[in-house]
């Protein structure tokens, strides 16, 4: 069983589209995360919910936006596609931490790797 | 600025032989620090997590260090294999918001 399942794992689409990008994870977190990793291998963090409330909102186009119809899903859709946004997308989930860490151990998808042409 | 600095980017290695990553960070407030495998087109898969007071975690031939005054960790692979070959990456945990190292990209040769 995948704990973290994202799709599509691949998209190719035109700049001015709209795409979305579904993850659902079966671990019971309360926590999701979106991250987008650029072609210089960086992680950063655009989105994360809590029991389907927002509560990291980076600096993101507000073309971004995110979607939790329930804890044990959060989808990303993305309006009017540029070429800058061509990456590899994760979603990630995670239970609270113990002692002073407020987030647990990650568990990433396999990614979604968007193309813009 | 928080920040997360790994080094080297990149090292190849033959199989059997041992080598180390490092991770310098100046991330503050600290609550943890982890370290992650990430192999080719797949997502991160965790490999240790430390906290505050833990010097070193070993998973199987990985090993990690943590000098909190320094604010320095290492990973360690001994007798790397074939399957080592991967990114790893060092994350740094204030808080709610993880600070994630550019990662080193390991390649064991045969």
């Known amino acids: 069983d995948t704990a973290v399942s994202q799709t599509p794992k691949y998209l190719v689409t035109q700049m001015g589209n709209d795409k979305s990008i579904k993850c659902e994870q079966n671990l019971g977190h309360d926590t999701m995360y979106w991250y987008k990793q650029d072609s210089k291998k960086f992680l950063k963090i655009m989105f994360s919910y809590n029991n389907k409330e927002l509560i990291i909102n980076e600096t993101v186009p507000n073309r971004f936006s995110p979607k939790s119809p329930d804890k044990a899903h959060l989808n990303l859709h993305i309006n009017s596609l540029e070429l800058g946004d061509s990456a590899v997308y994760f979603c990630a989930s995670s239970q609270p931490g113990q002692g002073n860490s407020n987030t647990g151990e990650l568990f990433f998808g396999e990614g979604s790797r968007l193309t813009v042409l | 600025k928080n920040q997360v600095e790994q080094s080297p980017q990149s090292l190849i290695i033959l199989e059997g032989k041992n080598c180390t990553l490092q991770?310098?960070?100046?991330?503050?407030?600290?609550?943890?620090l982890r370290w992650y495998k990430q192999d080719t087109g797949r997502g991160p898969v965790s490999l240790t997590i430390m906290t505050f007071s833990e010097n070193t975690k070993s998973n199987g031939r990985y090993t990690a260090t943590l000098d909190a005054d320094t604010k320095q960790s290492s990973l360690h692979i001994t007798a790397s294999q074939l399957s080592d070959s991967a990114s790893y990456i060092c994350?740094?945990?204030?808080?709610?918001?993880?600070?994630f190292g550019g990662g080193t990209r390991v390649l064991v040769k045969p």
């Open positions: 994350v740094v945990t204030p808080a709610l918001k993880l600070t």
């Open positions: 991770c310098n960070y100046t991330v503050s407030p600290f609550s943890n």
